[in-house]
């Protein structure tokens, strides 16, 4: 969570510049203070091209409508708002989905990575999942990155938590 901050991606310029091409995609904003996504018009004269889409914010709402001028420039769509997006364990960083999220098949593909942050292929399901997780394959049974080498684990399906081991078992 990061409560002291109006947007978990801020967007501004300095000295009347433009922003555009800009494509914000497949996250999971969980308790922005007030939007997931800041416009400021503090030194932008102009936003283009501006996408936001299939993502999920919790605790707040997906984009400040202060700053938008013309809907031309901006396509949002797709969004969730609201709904928790039912991780693991979020209190204790544990950030990998439970089976019945929201943001389970609700992603695109399109500009999207082929691998989720573990190196899960993606899509698990019909569709590419909001978020850093994949859901699907290789999310039951351990988890690198919680509790150390747990059993199951290695130091090469988890070198983070089992260096140089076999696995402990």
């Given at each position: 969570?990061?409560?002291?901050?109006s947007g978990?991606?801020?967007?501004?310029?300095?000295?009347?510049?433009?922003?555009?091409?800009?494509?914000?995609?497949?996250?999971?904003?969980?308790?922005?203070?007030?939007?997931?996504?800041?416009?400021?018009?503090?030194?932008?004269?102009?936003?283009?091209?501006?996408?936001?889409?299939?993502?999920?914010?919790?605790?707040?709402?997906?984009?400040?409508p202060d700053?938008?001028?013309?809907?031309?420039?901006?396509?949002?769509?797709?969004?969730?708002?609201?709904?928790?997006?039912?991780?693991?364990?979020?209190?204790?960083?544990?950030?990998?989905?439970?089976?019945?999220?929201?943001?389970?098949?609700?992603?695109?593909?399109?500009?999207?990575?082929?691998?989720?942050?573990?190196?899960?292929?993606?899509?698990?399901?019909?569709?590419?999942?909001?978020?850093?997780?994949?859901?699907?394959?290789?999310?039951?049974?351990?988890?690198?990155?919680?509790?150390?080498?747990?059993?199951?684990?290695?130091?090469?399906?988890?070198?983070?938590?089992?260096?140089?081991?076999?696995?402990?078992?």
């Open positions: 969570p990061n409560p002291n901050r978990h991606i801020l967007l501004e310029g300095i000295g009347g510049k433009q922003a555009s091409n800009i494509l914000i995609q497949n996250n999971i904003f969980y308790y922005p203070r007030d939007y997931a996504v800041h416009l400021s018009n503090n030194g932008v004269d102009n936003y283009q091209n501006i996408v936001i889409r299939n993502n999920l914010t919790y605790g707040a709402v997906t984009i400040n700053y938008i001028i013309s809907a031309s420039d901006y396509t949002i769509e797709n969004n969730i708002e609201g709904q928790d997006p039912l991780f693991t364990d979020g209190n204790n960083l544990d950030f990998h989905l439970q089976s019945n999220s929201p943001v389970i098949d609700a992603g695109t593909s399109q500009n999207a990575p082929t691998t989720d942050f573990e190196g899960t292929p993606r899509p698990q399901g019909s569709a590419w999942d909001i978020g850093a997780d994949e859901y699907g394959a290789g999310t039951t049974g351990p988890i690198c990155g919680k509790n150390g080498c747990e059993p199951g684990e290695t130091s090469q399906s988890c070198p983070q938590d089992c260096p140089g081991s076999t696995g402990n078992q």
